[in-house]
């Protein structure tokens, strides 16, 4: 099965590089260290939350995915906008995202980044440059290419991102969008996260080709093959990416090979339901991508120990605020609920 | 099946805006011109005033795909702001979508209300739900220009007056105008308005001509109009279907019956008070809409009458004058028995006088 040689690190179109070598700068790599470790310990608390029933909006979780959205948000600028999908915490809280608002919108709050009526699969930032995410798989894609035609018109440097699964490759929206993006030499990157499963099924069950980043080559536009658990290759491919839409060189489309370590949906792993072998689950989180960041950091000298210690701690302080903060805060008014349906 | 205006309509403009217009006003404008003009002119000085609204869809550089309304255009603001677009309308609806969100106005073309539904996710998950599902806090102002283009022969793909399923949908509103002043007014509106709107466009209403100001003006949504006077029968009315009212009522005169005209203008939100006063001054209600029975608008102004404590007051059953239940055929010779006209709803204010 493909998964399985992936699993294994056998394909030949995955070189997964281990371990990570990097030009870029420690103090950006740590930053985005930082990043990741608040991703992980994020959905960490928030799977055990799931468990208590603190939370009850259905939540996908982006645990052993951190470098893509991490690698990706690092080379954006505020005012470049990402869209992204129902496993939307990752590209929340990389972008920029409020953390405290993150959390309170998981307890559907008032003080949630939704106000309480979008939950986990809808947030929004819109100061940070995130205007939403979709539960509807490749929902966003062409909403990335639309703001990406906006900035070209009003002659702004600004770019758009468009995140989206290995399933948004089963549906035409997505190659519309890439049509269009392309024939128009729009300033938006593609960045598809395949963690080999779409809900429940492996690609090898539901794509006639696997390869996903050559359906670029059928709209005349790059597309490239990276090892999404490696910071350092999403970072690069991403900045080439970037600066090519910035430069109205057109979209790119780039296919991050990662894996989720949590099931579709919900804290558990889902080993128990069949659907995936326990040695697949072993292969990967051994790769894992802040593991692997970490252990880069240490031994270039970046870092210290200790100083891991005291970023771990630092977030778990934050995220835990963040716990109090949503508990504590109200939730919505009767009276919100025909609010906004109209501006 | 185009027909010039009813004369009454170009001397008693009972037209514009708010309930005072209840009243009818005489109303002399400087010149005439038809629906397509009317719309062709609005979309030109729209474009040309604001930075940030721009045309996208099928056909919108073509000289006949969606009549003349469009023609002139690309030659005038060039392709970065009349797009024309490949048949992808799914993903160019996102488009229009993400525009919205960087701070732009799309008009979103859709050529016939029939290749809407390839767009229905990215209408009904995306743009609609867009404002509610994150707060509030972001505007999707996207007008979703929907033309309905039947007869010919044009069968069950091309003809579909599909105006009652976006008026199920919560974030939506829905405009259908009938004449030439409100086609200019209300996409005027709808460009000035932060949320999505769909505005209805039947291509049998582009011959019709009417008094139009040269300068932009807008008219309200939610604001129906009375066009013609009547104390004994109500004919609500929607797009299309006005003219046929009216000419209907015309017909009416002559035999002693007064019908009372109702253009609803708006289909969400709706006119409730109008609709409410006229049948409560009646007692009796026609409605006629050229989309299906079932579940369309005719059923849903009905509910609202039945809703209201003015249905104790009804005198008669209310009569429906809609599409059967049915696709669109092509023969000719069924499309005759198909489209609702000023016949049937001459046939149905008699009958609800006998009720």
């Known amino acids: 099965m493909v998964q399985a040689i992936w699993a294994r690190g056998k394909d030949s179109t995955l070189k997964m590089k281990q371990p990570l070598s990097s030009s870029i700068s420690p103090e950006l790599l740590l930053k985005m260290y930082v990043t990741m470790v608040k991703i992980r310990k994020f959905e960490e608390r928030v799977a055990d939350l799931v468990i208590s029933k603190e939370i009850v909006t259905p939540t996908h979780l982006y645990i052993g995915e951190e470098a893509v959205a991490t690698g990706v948000c690092s080379t954006l600028k505020k005012q470049d906008y990402v869209f992204s999908t129902h496993r939307s915490h990752g590209h929340y809280l990389a972008k920029g995202g409020d953390l405290k608002a993150l959390m309170a919108e998981l307890y559907c709050k008032k003080t949630g980044c939704s106000r309480g009526k979008g939950g986990s699969m809808h947030v929004a930032s819109p100061e940070m440059g995130l205007p939403g995410s979709s539960a509807i798989v490749g929902g966003t894609i062409p909403i990335a290419v639309g703001a990406a035609l906006a900035f070209s018109m009003q002659n702004s440097d600004a770019i758009s991102a468009a995140f989206f699964g290995d399933g948004a490759a089963h549906e035409g929206v997505f190659y519309e969008s890439l049509n269009f993006a392309s024939l128009k030499k729009l300033p938006v990157i593609f960045v598809c996260e395949n963690n080999l499963y779409c809900t429940h099924l492996s690609v090898v069950d539901t794509l006639a080709d696997t390869n996903i980043y050559k359906k670029a080559e059928a709209f005349a536009m790059p597309g490239v093959r990276i090892d999404g658990n490696d910071i350092s290759e999403v970072y690069e491919t991403a900045k080439r990416a970037v600066e090519n839409a910035r430069q109205s060189r057109g979209p790119t489309l780039i296919e991050a090979m990662t894996y989720r370590w949590r099931g579709h949906v919900g804290p558990y792993d889902d080993l128990d339901k069949g659907l995936r072998s326990k040695e697949e689950l072993d292969c990967w989180m051994q790769r894992c991508p802040v593991r692997k960041l970490e252990k880069h950091l240490l031994k270039q000298g970046a870092t210290s120990q200790l100083e891991i210690n005291q970023i771990h701690k630092t977030i778990s302080e934050e995220i835990e605020k963040a716990v109090e903060f949503a508990r504590e805060s109200p939730y919505p008014d009767e009276n919100d609920l025909l609010h906004d349906v109209h501006k | ?355």
């Open chain 2, 1 to 355: 099946m185009q027909g010039k205006a009813p004369t009454r309509m170009k001397t008693t403009f009972s037209t514009m805006c708010t309930n005072e217009d209840y009243e009818e006003h005489e109303v002399n404008f400087m010149r005439k011109i038809n629906f397509a003009q009317a719309i062709n002119e609005t979309l030109c000085q729209l474009i040309d005033k604001n930075n940030h609204v721009f045309l996208i869809g099928q056909g919108v550089t073509s000289p006949w795909y969606v009549g003349s309304t469009t023609v002139g255009l690309i030659q005038r603001f060039g392709s970065k702001r009349v797009i024309d677009t490949p048949t992808s309308e799914n993903a160019v609806t996102g488009v229009a979508l993400g525009a919205a969100l960087a701070r732009m106005h799309p008009i979103l073309c859709f050529p016939r209300m029939d290749f809407m539904y390839y767009a229905m996710d990215q209408i009904a998950n995306h743009i609609a739900n867009w404002h509610y599902m994150f707060g509030g806090q972001l505007n999707t102002p996207v007008t979703l220009w929907a033309i309905i283009n039947r007869g010919g022969e044009q069968a069950a793909q091309h003809s579909q007056a599909i105006q009652a399923i976006f008026t199920h949908i919560p974030g939506l509103k829905v405009v259908a105008p009938s004449t030439p002043y409100d086609a200019k007014g209300l996409l005027v509106t709808c460009v000035e308005e932060d949320n999505p709107v769909v505005y209805i466009d039947d291509r049998w209403l582009y011959q019709y001509e009417g008094e139009v100001p040269e300068e932009l003006y807008s008219v309200p949504i939610g604001k129906g109009v009375v066009r013609h006077k009547g104390e004994d029968v109500t004919v609500v009315a929607t797009s299309y279907m006005v003219h046929e009212a009216i000419k209907a009522a015309e017909q009416l005169e002559k035999e002693k019956i007064k019908t009372e005209v109702v253009d609803l203008r708006s289909l969400k939100p709706l006119d409730e008070n109008l609709l409410l006063t006229s049948v409560k001054k009646t007692g009796r209600l026609v409605i006629a809409d050229g989309g299906w029975k079932t579940c369309g608008i005719t059923a849903e102004i009905s509910a609202r009458i039945a809703e209201n404590d003015i249905f104790k007051s009804i005198k008669a059953p209310i009569i429906r004058v809609s599409l059967p239940d049915t696709p669109a055929p092509a023969s000719s010779s069924l499309e005759k028995v198909y489209y609702p006209n000023a016949k049937k709803i001459m046939l149905a204010v008699k009958r609800v006088l006998e009720m």
